[in-house]
């Protein structure tokens, strides 16, 4: 079973930035996609930002400018700047490793809070 390892959440300011990172316990010479995902209170979870195996990015449209999704292929780890951070920002974080279409793992969340 593959564990994915998140760290970086936190309560910053309006304006502020956070990173977050997240790494799988197993590396692979070929992965699908990694990515972050955000689920708010009483919302649905969504979309942030996703990389796949060639580097290509996809931002929501709510992040895009702001967030800067990266990833570390020889450590496995996916990374997410979060900068001008918005109090709707507020959430927690869930990465997603997807090593094959058929291969989908989550991370336990982390949390990011954002104040007015």
């Known amino acids: 079973q593959v564990q994915l390892v998140e760290s970086g959440g936190g309560l910053v300011h309006a304006g502020g930035s956070l990173r977050l990172s997240c790494a799988a316990s197993e590396t692979r010479p070929y992965i699908y996609d990694m990515g972050w995902y955000r689920q708010a209170p009483g919302k649905q979870r969504e979309l942030v930002a996703i990389?796949?195996?060639?580097?290509?990015?996809t931002y929501a449209s709510s992040v895009k400018g702001r967030f800067t999704i990266s990833r570390d292929n020889a450590e496995n780890t996916v990374y997410l700047q979060m900068n001008s951070l918005k109090p709707e920002d507020t959430a927690v974080y869930y990465c997603?490793?997807?090593?094959?279409?058929?291969?989908?793992?989550w991370g336990q969340g982390t949390q990011v809070t954002v104040s007015s």
């Open positions: 990389i796949n195996n060639d580097g290509k990015t």
């Open positions: 997603n490793y997807r090593p094959g279409l058929s291969m989908d793992y």
